[in-house]
């Protein structure tokens, strides 16, 4: 898969530039090192995904790399409209609903209550969907993460496995024939 | 049991979008959660579906978390550069 390909080698790449000051990496502490893994494999997620999507330029643009102030500035204004608007339909279905009393909510309502709540945590957990964006759009941008999300979970524990095997290998005291026996049986392609 | 939603809720540009199409896209989104979570044979509802895919994101990010952290404790003892022959060669093998 083109991405993953894509994915490690901005990874690799990351990595490679934050450890190559050995004395700094190790002089970090333990979650300073963990937040800097983690935001080399997110920044390798969204390079690699590049222009197709809304949250590869939200995770750049958190992780500082990009430069867009300008939009970030109006899409966030527009945010507080929306919200806003979102308050005051909720005070409004409230009221009415206290004042209605006897009449008991349609299960249309009901439901298109829940979707809006289901709809409203998705955007909370993309990147970058909070801002104004359609159902229709929220859906597509929610598959595309998920798939690249996925990807990168693959990638990352397979960097994982082969940064462990080779320090086996390295502090090992089998013979580098066994051992090279044991890879070739083990399945890498899952 | 799918919600039905009014056409004027459509923001933004001057498409309308249509409940079938909505429906459509839960369904694809549908298939792209594990089986375990939801039996992609029943007609799920939306609600259910957006759900699902929520807690699957924050259970990938979970998992993002464990092996970036499983990962810097790898390397606070090796270093990248003599594993990427090793790490390159299994994954493109």
């Not at chain 1, 009393?101 to 909370?124: E, H, I, Q």
Request: with cysteine; aromatic share 2%; net charge positive.
């Amino acid at each position: 898969m083109a991405f993953k390909q894509e994915l490690l080698k901005n990874l690799i790449l990351s990595l490679r530039a934050r450890t190559a000051d050995a004395c700094r990496f190790s002089a970090m502490s333990l979650q300073e090192r963990k937040r800097a893994v983690k935001a080399s494999a997110d920044v390798a997620m969204a390079t690699a995904r590049g222009g197709g999507a809304r949250w590869p330029k939200a995770i750049l643009a958190a992780a500082g790399t990009t430069s867009s102030n300008q939009s970030c500035k109006v899409r966030s204004s527009r945010c507080r409209r929306v919200v806003r608007r979102c308050f005051r339909e909720k005070r409004r279905g409230g009221s009415a609903a206290a004042l209605a009393g006897s009449a008991a909510a349609s299960s249309v309502d009901v439901a298109r209550r829940l979707v809006r709540k289901r709809t409203m945590a998705l955007r909370k957990v993309i990147p970058g969907a909070d801002a104004v964006m359609d159902e229709a759009s929220l859906l597509r941008e929610a598959m595309d993460y998920v798939v690249h999300l996925r990807a990168q979970v693959d990638v990352l524990r397979r960097v994982s496995e082969a940064v462990q095997r080779s320090s086996l290998l390295r502090d090992s005291v089998w013979p580098q024939s066994a051992l090279r026996g044991k890879e070739d049986s083990s399945s890498m392609r899952q | 049991m799918s919600s039905r939603r009014p056409r004027s809720r459509a923001s933004g540009g001057a498409s309308r979008i249509s409940d079938e199409q909505i429906s459509d896209l839960v369904a694809k989104l549908q298939a792209l959660l594990p089986e375990a979570r939801l039996r992609s044979s029943d007609r799920v509802p939306s609600a259910r579906v957006l759900q699902e895919t929520c807690s699957y994101i924050r259970s990938l990010h979970r998992e993002v978390d464990d092996l970036s952290d499983r990962l810097s404790e790898l390397l606070s003892t090796s270093d990248v550069s003599t594993a990427q022959a090793a790490i390159i060669r299994s994954l493109l093998m």
